[in-house]
């Protein structure tokens, strides 16, 4: 199996998804696009158990973005059911097994439902240190670097910053969640080769893997073989290939 060939030390501290194809999934079989959404569900439950028992630290996934509000208002309302759906089984799992919820995006959009579900979740395993699993939710990326740069200036006008005091390190700090780490792993299901405004900042340096396979059929050997592939790559970060292994003059 693909999971005996993953080197433990060498996973991807955070795995970032965009879980894409669920309409499509769906088509094909003659259902309605919201049958796609919700078996993608299933594919959420895989996954995170998946990256959680092969110890992957973060794990973030886009589950809905600030452009797909303009969808129909009756695939939105199935779109915003799907937290409780997850969670009616995964919050008792994330308590047990130490897994901290965290959220991205503008949250204030979302019904009030939502915000009730994303909030419990977020308030219950607060004090937990295990895999960090962070739902991307009315989120964009520009939108989320627009308000990065309304906070900043914010402080300057209370005199806590100068310009000069700010650089890249300072800057990630007014991100939605300042801890959020680097991505090291991008993938996207869904055939399309695009990041469709996620995590722009955060996906600098991130190695990237698409893959044809719709969300819904996503399971834990998919993400297993991604992170081979991931685990395959050289990630040179401008440096030469000699410098990276340390034989350089
Ligand atoms: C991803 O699947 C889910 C969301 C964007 C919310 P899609 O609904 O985009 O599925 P396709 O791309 O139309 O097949
Ligand atoms: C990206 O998928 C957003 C999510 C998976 C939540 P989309 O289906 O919205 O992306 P585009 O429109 O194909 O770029
Ligand atoms: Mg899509």
New binding site residues.
């Given amino acids: 199996m693909e999971r005996s060939r993953i080197r433990p030390d060498r996973l991807p501290r955070h795995v970032a998804i ?3 194809g669920n ?1 499509r999934w769906a088509e094909r079989r003659g259902l309605p696009r919201t049958e796609g959404h919700r078996a993608g569900v299933e594919a959420v439950r895989a996954t995170t158990r998946a990256a959680r028992e092969l110890g992957v630290g973060w794990v973030t996934l ?4 600030s ?2 509000w303009s969808r129909p208002k009756d695939e939105v309302d199935v779109l915003m059911r799907l937290p409780e759906e997850y969670f009616e089984t995964e919050l008792e799992e994330a308590i047990r097994n130490d897994v901290r919820i965290r959220t991205i995006g503008r949250i204030d959009r979302l019904p009030a439902h939502v915000q009730r579900t994303m909030g419990d979740a977020v308030e219950k395993t607060r004090n937990n240190g295990g895999m960090q699993l962070v739902f ?1 939710l009315s ?1 964009g990326s520009r939108g989320e670097i627009v308000d990065a740069a309304r906070r900043l200036l914010r402080d300057h006008e209370q005199g806590k910053l100068t310009p000069d005091s700010v650089d890249e390190k300072s800057f990630a700090a007014f991100l939605d969640d300042p801890e959020l780490p680097d991505v090291d792993l991008l993938i996207r299901t ?1 055939g ?1 080769s ?1 990041v ?3 995590l722009l900042w955060q996906i600098a340096y991130a190695e990237l893997h698409f893959t044809d396979l719709m ?1 819904p059929d996503f399971r834990r050997e998919h993400l297993e073989a991604a992170i081979l592939d991931y685990q395959g790559r050289e990630r040179r970060f401008g440096l030469t290939s000699a410098q990276v292994h340390g034989n350089a003059d």
């Fill in positions: 965009i879980m894409d309409g886009y589950a809905f973005s452009e797909n991307a989120y869904g399309e695009r469709s405004n996620f969300w």
